[in-house]
């Protein structure tokens, strides 16, 4: 028989430091008496004292001796140590945020991953321009222009899977993490799919309608743009399988992986292009097809390293695609449409540069073929600073506001000095060596007349890029959605105006471009100081509310 001391008042029981654990043992009547309470310390002596006077009453339950068990003493934490199940949480002023070596260390491959779309129609551009007549580099320019904004728009599934995998990550909850990115993987495909058999049945009207009058003037230049257009088009299924499974690896803190098969991408790109191109004389038509091939070169790498990615990451297996549930559906696209919107925008803003720079001549055309692709060769820079805020800022924030502070100081100073270098770079880039992109005279006018401007561009863009990841990592979709909206019909309504004035040229249309990225910057720095403020003013209020994890962490 086993005896078991209960205690009428057992609603507590207080816990028994480790050296007064009671100890069960197998005795030889198998009788073993418990005591029913053990005082822990002079402050609980007077509750031990009167629980001491209550009456006792025994409970016999008979055990076979073969059930009897050995409990050994168990050591337990003692106060303010950790049990191993629950990490008491750091205090404020313990939180330290990524320095600027480690926002380096991450933003640098994510800028080769972001590099890779406009490298890829920089080396179409370069190649053709080099190879063919000024009518087939005129042609890239709307056609490139269509095949890339498309992509640029479904990047927001891209920014979408990155924010909500970072927040399983951060709730210790990697297979949860694992299954948006596989989700978000068949969510892709099917928007692949479906942009490949679409754009081949709208390209020759949508691209006459970005040409304007010259569509009509020179048929030649829309048959190769439409040309390009269809073939690239195929490309999109890997296009979209890249852009998450990238987005998977960042949310996993792992920039590195991807960026190893950028330059593969860019390698096989150009060797098809120069092949294709220039050996076989295919013109627009080789590029594309170097183009896709490159594309799906890409996805092939990327997939291979996320499935052995995924092996090291959690406690069950996760395929490479999967059907996304309801919930998670609903959690995808309620992050990606105010995203599409504000992307939309931006690409309503590049469609217009095509058409004013249409409006203005074949020279022009060609020329701005040249500067637009050196511009977005230049602002994944920042956007490289934008996905950093977006995988370090909300973690930190939900930790400490005075580490958030200073990560966002650290973000605006590597902004500046990025602003600057970038800036001037893509100054010089289409005067330095213009060979390498065009023969023509009047074409290496344009471009040289539009540099200074198109550096102004690109430095208000990573300056703006910076302030915008702040915002998306505050969730501040909405916001973003609508100043991108307002301003961008704004600047196709300056343009629009611009191209009809006598004496318009190229430099004209970035210099506006330039005055509305800065118009950007400004309205997202004040809508940052504005949100800060009101975080400010909610933790004065919560200052009267004692923080029992912070105070006393042996209680949780």
């Known amino acids: 028989m086993l005896a078991i001391l209960v205690h009428p008042a ?108 406009p490298l890829l129609s920089l080396v179409d551009t370069s190649v053709v321009g080099m190879h063919c007549a000024t009518s087939s580099l005129a042609a890239l320019a709307p056609s490139t222009k269509l095949c890339d904004y498309l992509s640029y728009c479904c990047t927001a599934l891209g920014a979408a899977t990155t924010n909500l995998a970072t927040e399983r ?44 009058g010259a569509a009509a003037a020179d048929a030649t230049v829309l048959s190769s743009a439409t040309q390009y257009a269809v073939i690239r088009a195929l490309g999109f299924p890997a296009a979209m399988l890249t852009m998450v499974l990238q987005a998977g690896f960042l949310a996993a803190k792992d920039s590195f992986s991807p960026l190893v098969a950028v330059p593969l991408a860019a390698l096989t790109n150009l060797a098809l292009d120069v092949f294709l191109v220039g050996t076989l004389g295919l013109g627009t038509a080789g590029a594309a097809w170097g183009t896709v091939g490159s594309l799906y070169v890409n996805a092939a790498v990327l997939s291979a390293m996320w499935v052995m990615k995924a092996r090291t990451i959690g406690s069950r297996a996760a395929p490479l695609i999967s059907r996304p549930s309801m919930p998670e559906l609903r959690k995808l ?59 370090y800022l909300p973690a ?14 650290t973000c605006r100073r590597a902004a500046m000095g990025l602003a600057l270098a970038t800036g001037c770079a893509a100054a010089l880039a289409p005067v330095v060596r213009p060979g390498l992109f065009t023969s023509c005279v009047a074409v290496r006018g344009s471009m040289a007349a539009a540099a200074p401007l198109l550096g102004a561009s690109v430095a208000t863009f990573v300056l703006m890029a910076a302030a915008e990841g702040m915002l998306i990592a505050r969730k501040q979709l909405r ?78």
């Open 169 to 212: 990550f951060a709730q210790q909850q990697p297979d949860e993490a694992k299954r948006v990115v596989s989700g978000s993987v068949t969510i892709a495909l099917v928007l692949g799919v479906a942009l490949a058999v679409g754009v081949p049945l709208v390209a020759k009207p949508l691209l006459g309608a970005m040409m304007g």
């Open 333 to 391: 696209l309620g992050f990606a449409l105010p995203m599409v919107l504000a992307l939309s925008s931006r690409v309503g803003m590049g469609l217009s540069i095509t058409v004013a720079a249409t409006a203005l001549g074949t020279a022009a055309l060609a020329a701005n073929q040249v500067v637009e692709s050196c511009y977005w060769l230049f602002c994944p820079f920042g956007e490289a600073l934008s996905l950093s805020m977006q995988a």
């Open 396 to 409: 930190v924030a939900m930790q400490s506001r005075r580490a958030a502070a200073q990560l966002k100081r």
């Open 10 to 117: 057992s609603a507590y029981v207080p816990r028994p430091a480790p050296h007064l654990r009671a100890r069960v043992a197998a005795h030889r009547d198998h009788r073993v008496v418990q005591p029913s309470c053990i005082a822990l310390g002079p402050e609980l002596g007077t509750e031990s004292s009167r629980r001491a006077s209550r009456p006792e009453v025994k409970t016999i339950v008979e055990l076979p001796p073969a059930a009897v068990p050995t409990v050994e003493p168990v050591p337990m934490p003692s106060i303010g140590e950790s049990s191993g199940r629950r990490r008491a949480p750091l205090r404020e002023s313990e939180v330290q945020p990524p320095r600027l070596g480690e926002i380096a260390k991450f933003a640098l491959p994510t800028l080769g991953m972001w590099l890779a779309p």
């Open 479 to 556: 916001l973003l959605a609508a100043s991108h909206t307002v301003i961008s019909a704004l600047l196709v309504s300056s343009l629009l105006v611009a191209t009809r004035t006598a004496g318009c040229g190229l430099r004209h249309v970035w210099g506006l471009i330039a005055l509305c990225n800065g118009v950007r910057f400004a309205h997202f720095a004040l809508a940052l100081r504005n949100s800060e403020a009101a975080a400010d003013r909610g933790a004065a209020l919560a200052e009267g509310v004692p923080n029992i994890a912070e105070a006393h962490p042996h209680l949780l």
